[in-house]
């Protein structure tokens, strides 16, 4: 593979050669993606440089837990990075033949900085740093969603990217198809009471929608994982492949549980503004309530549970069908809390 990453290299910066890639293997991360990192050393001008690189490529179809395409994830990531002050890294270009990789794939600059957030929390050794770190992460969420749609997607490839039927002519459309598209997607699972919930809990996204806000591009996975930091600053924000247009606060209801699952707490930064949610409606005006972000922490977790539910249902088969639903139970159950709160259920806080 290593050499197909140096043809590919070869054919993106025409003006490089002798290029030998060093220090090829594959790394944890990129949601659905086999990700890899390396490193090109390269002669450009006469000198000698060496390129961090990052190789993110499609695994086969059956094992994908979500269909994207790295076309649509590199025009964002550079769309970002020319027209904006968002800290992304660049991305070098694509390869949407499988024949060099076995599957389409994309070479990214791998950013400096560390992605080992728990570090900020808890004690961690980078915890001086969590209060600047964590204001600026949710300045360019805020710059990301004040975006205009139509300067940074002008094809529209963000609008559906994910071939679902979801219709963003307006946020009523949007909340609508994206709510039936959930809904859909269980009907071939309803045989168990506990997946029985998990509908419920899709019911309940279309009987309690908050009130309409515009519409713009989110993350669409906002996590501690999926930001590098250092010197007190956001390195980058990284792996794109979930991202789309929706609601603004569908990566805040994401933060939110992740926040949990992560033993994080991001959310509880910046503390000289109240926290994310408050700085965030400072620069913002939105206003968005502690029961909105309850709302989307459920909407959230079904942008994510439905496509690992769909991944786990292909996986499994015949004999081995009865355990299907605790598997696919475990992407859902995290955000039952938001449900019940959403049904005012004794006991759960507003």
């Given amino acids: 593979m290593e050499q197909s990453v140096a043809a590919l290299m070869q054919q993106i910066l025409p003006e490089i050669s002798n290029v030998s890639i060093e220090g090829f293997e594959q790394i944890a991360g990129g949601f659905s993606r086999e990700t890899f990192k390396c490193n090109a050393r390269v002669t450009r001008n006469g000198s000698e440089e060496v390129l961090p690189l990052i190789l993110r490529k499609d695994p086969p179809d059956v094992e994908a837990i979500l269909h994207t395409d790295r076309a649509v994830e590199h025009n964002l ?21 499988p024949a060099p990789f076995g599957h389409p794939a994309m070479l990214i600059e791998r950013a400096s900085g560390s ?93 309690n929608k908050p009130r309409p806000m515009p519409l713009a591009i989110v993350h669409g996975d906002f996590n501690p994982a999926n930001f590098l930091y250092e010197n007190g600053q ?19 209801g994401w933060m939110v549980l ?63 069908m009865l355990l299907l639903p605790y598997y696919v139970a475990q992407s859902s159950i995290p955000a039952f809390p938001a449900m019940a709160q959403l049904m005012g259920y004794t006991g759960v806080p507003a």
Wanted: hydrophobic share 35%; charged share 25%.
């Fill in 258 to 320: 992740m926040d949990v699952v992560s033993n994080t707490h991001v959310m509880d930064y910046p503390k000289k503004e109240g926290g994310f949610l408050a700085y965030y409606n400072k620069l913002t005006g939105n206003d968005i309530t502690p029961e909105e972000l309850g709302y989307f922490t459920l909407f959230g977790t079904m942008q994510i549970a439905v496509p690992v539910q769909q991944f786990v249902a292909r996986r499994v088969h015949k004999e081995y």
């Fill in 77 to 97: 990531i550079e769309s970002l990075r020319l027209r904006t002050t968002i800290p992304v890294s660049r991305s070098y270009g694509y390869e949407m033949d």
């Fill in 234 to 252: 956001v390195s980058a924000l990284i792996d794109w492949e979930a991202s789309r247009v929706g609601d603004p606060r569908e990566d805040l």
């Fill in 115 to 207: 992605g080992q957030t728990s570090a900020l929390f808890n004690g961690g050794p980078d915890e001086e740093q969590a209060e600047s770190v964590i204001k600026h992460l949710c300045e360019v969420l805020v710059e990301l969603h004040s975006c205009s749609i139509d300067k940074i997607d002008p094809d529209g490839a963000l609008t559906d990217p994910f071939h679902r039927g979801i219709d963003v002519k307006s946020w009523d459309s949007f909340m609508d198809s994206t709510i039936e598209f959930f809904a859909s997607s269980y009907s071939s699972l309803n045989y168990d009471p506990m997946l029985m919930i998990a509908l419920d809990a899709v019911y309940s996204l279309r009987r």
